[in-house]
């Protein structure tokens, strides 16, 4: 055979196999980037400082029903608490467990502050409110939007139906603790309001029963209680005061709390757009209050 035919005979089949249409190859669908990913932040700020440390330590209260309670075993659990374990994963990434990335620091009205400035805690959440705190320009302390709006309310008994509402309370007795100013307040909020102090809103809690007094005055988180204590009582009417529990941290000086604060009020305001707030709500609260609430507002 001539040598040069199997050549010409390979030369042609390569030809005609370019002519013939090949099935194209699959480009792979590109993989979504997991959700779960830690969040990226710019290197100034301080959330990533914080991603780099491994760890954020989160100022709150040990007594506190329903905010905060650090029973025998060690267990944290409350609503400050659960939204602390929320921001946690925020800055984390909601895979981690939020605790092992959480040191809880005790505080509580008079060591709070302190916390922030000495740098013990990185932001406390532990009823904080701007008159307290101290929100001027001189404060060390920033403080975020409100995640909870309460204050001093009034308390009497289901089968009351004379008392609806503040004004209601004119002629009518209000039983008070002892070395507080909610008498004050009540007779602020209506002038011919009569006031009893005693030592303890236990002891409130039995002159309400025994018809002593028309009503209780008090915190809302007080009131809260004496309701499960006695479920033929039951709040009514509006806030006798108002008070508006922010996030505490140090205010930034030298960038070295850069983002901080704006991070928080988004975070915040994404809590309670996507539900978060009002599943915690439900979850810490609701039991307590019995009532539903959506936002801070409500």
């Known amino acids: 055979m001539n040598p040069r035919y199997p050549a010409a005979l390979a030369l042609l089949a390569m030809v005609i196999a370019a002519c013939v249409p090949q099935p194209s190859e699959e480009t792979p669908a590109p993989t979504a980037r997991p959700t779960s990913a830690r969040p990226r932040f ?7 400082a914080l991603q780099t440390k491994g760890k954020i330590r989160i100022g709150v209260l040990d007594k506190a029903i ?34 092992s990335v959480i040191e809880w620091i005790s ?46 309310r009034i308390l009497i008994k289901s089968s009351n139906d004379e008392i609806k509402d503040l004004p209601d309370l004119d002629t009518k007795t209000v039983c008070v603790q002892r070395d507080t100013a909610v008498a004050e307040h009540v007779v602020e909020a209506s002038a011919f309001a009569r ?28 009131l809260w209680n004496l309701v499960k204590l006695d479920p033929n009582t039951k709040l009514v ?3 006798v005061t108002t008070e508006r529990y922010s996030i505490g941290v140090k205010r930034n000086a030298a960038g070295d709390r850069q983002g901080f604060l704006p991070f928080l009020n988004a975070w915040l305001a994404g809590a309670i757009r996507d539900g978060t707030w009002a599943r915690l709500y439900g979850q810490d609260i609701k039991t307590y209050s019995g009532e539903t609430k959506t936002t801070p507002a409500d």
């Open 237 to 239: 009417g509006r806030f």
């Open 107 to 152: 505080v509580d009205g008079t060591t709070a502050v302190s916390a922030l400035t000495s740098a013990q805690a990185d932001l406390i959440l532990a009823r904080l409110a701007a008159p307290e705190s101290g929100s001027g320009l001189d404060s060390p302390v920033d403080l975020t939007d409100p995640y909870f709006v309460t204050g001093e």
């Open 195 to 222: 006031t009893l102090s005693l030592d303890t809103y236990a002891s409130c809690l039995g002159a309400l029963q025994q018809g002593q007094v028309d009503a209780i005055g008090a915190d809302e988180a007080i």
């Open 42 to 48: 710019e290197l100034a700020t301080y959330m990533y």
């Open 66 to 99: 329903p905010f905060a309670v650090h029973d025998s075993s060690g267990l944290r659990t409350g609503f400050e608490v659960d939204l602390g374990r929320a921001l946690a994963k925020a800055i984390f990434g909601p895979q981690r467990d939020p605790d």
